[in-house]
């Protein structure tokens, strides 16, 4: 466990690459992509938004991990269909050309996704939606997820890739998070509760809706997720044993507590009872 601790104290630094900033607009979808400086057959990840900017894209890539996040569905009714459909064309995007200078390219068996509040039920559909593809995805993780229309644990019921679910303590018995529904119909994900996190922390950058008294950036849920989320994609994207700890559902992590989840998930009507008691 020392050792696990000290590995999670690096990944909440930034890591040892160099990182370069891409336009995805030249294959002709807005977004941003993000890449170590040199390096071939790398693994990479499509990240859905939630009012995301590139800190933690950026963290990503300092640590060996190609992140493209495509810049679509930003209005004031997103669709979450559109949003997966935006983030399989990004995955074939990164594995489909040379990326920079031309010294950086992408495995297209080293694939995962990454959404963030309403991006991650957009990455559960697109990973349901790429079930059939030729080269399967290795890892899909949801931090912090939000209902959507359509919602994804219907979808996320038939997955049968390794997940990562990161929660806030509390969440399930808020009305926006979905986060214990997916949980139980998610059968191969692994489940987290990100101790003493603030789900709309981990927006980054200068937020026009702190000014109305809604959550701006909170460094400790940026620091915790991000270590999360590295070493639990540098073990099932690459195989690198070394952050196998980080995928196994028993060992609790740094940062973390154990999820409180029932064996139903709460009705609309608990979390109706919680948000009028809160």
Not at 163 to 174: D, F, K, S, V
Not at 199 to 224: I, N, S, Y
Request: charged share 20%; aromatic share 6%; glycine share 12%.
């Amino acid at each position: 466990m020392a050792k696990t601790k000290q590995l999670f104290g690096a990944l909440t630094r930034r890591g040892p690459h160099r990182v370069l900033r891409g336009d995805l607009g030249f294959a002709g979808l807005p977004g941003t992509v993000y890449t170590p400086e040199s390096g071939l057959n790398l693994p990479g990840v499509a990240f859905g938004h939630d009012w995301l900017q590139g800190g933690t894209l950026e963290h990503l890539a300092s640590w060996g991990i190609v992140a493209a996040a495509p810049d679509t569905e930003t209005g004031i009714a997103p669709s979450v269909l559109n949003l997966s459909f935006d983030l399989g064309t990004t995955l074939d995007i990164i594995t489909g050309v040379r990326l920079g200078p031309g010294k950086i390219s992408v495995h297209p068996t080293k694939l995962g996704l990454v959404g963030h509040g309403f991006g991650a039920s957009a990455a559960v559909f697109a990973a349901a939606g790429l079930g059939s593809s030729t080269n399967p995805l290795k890892a899909v993780a949801a931090v912090f997820p939000t209902a959507s229309k359509p919602d994804a644990p219907e979808p996320a019921a038939g997955l049968r890739v390794p997940g990562l679910i990161l929660g806030a303590p509390g969440a399930e018995l808020t009305i926006q998070s979905n986060v214990t529904e997916l949980a139980a119909a998610w059968r191969t994900a692994t489940v987290r509760t990100v101790a003493k996190a603030e789900p709309g922390g981990l927006a980054e950058g200068f937020r026009l809706t702190k000014l109305v008294g809604m959550p701006g950036p909170d460094r400790r849920t940026q620091k915790t997720v991000r270590a999360l989320l590295t070493g639990y994609l540098l073990f099932q994207l690459t195989g690198d044993k070394t952050y196998k700890d980080f995928a196994d559902a028993d060992v609790v992590l740094p940062k973390t507590v154990a999820a409180e989840l029932g064996e139903e998930p709460p009705s609309l009507e608990d979390k109706v009872v919680a948000l009028l008691k809160g």
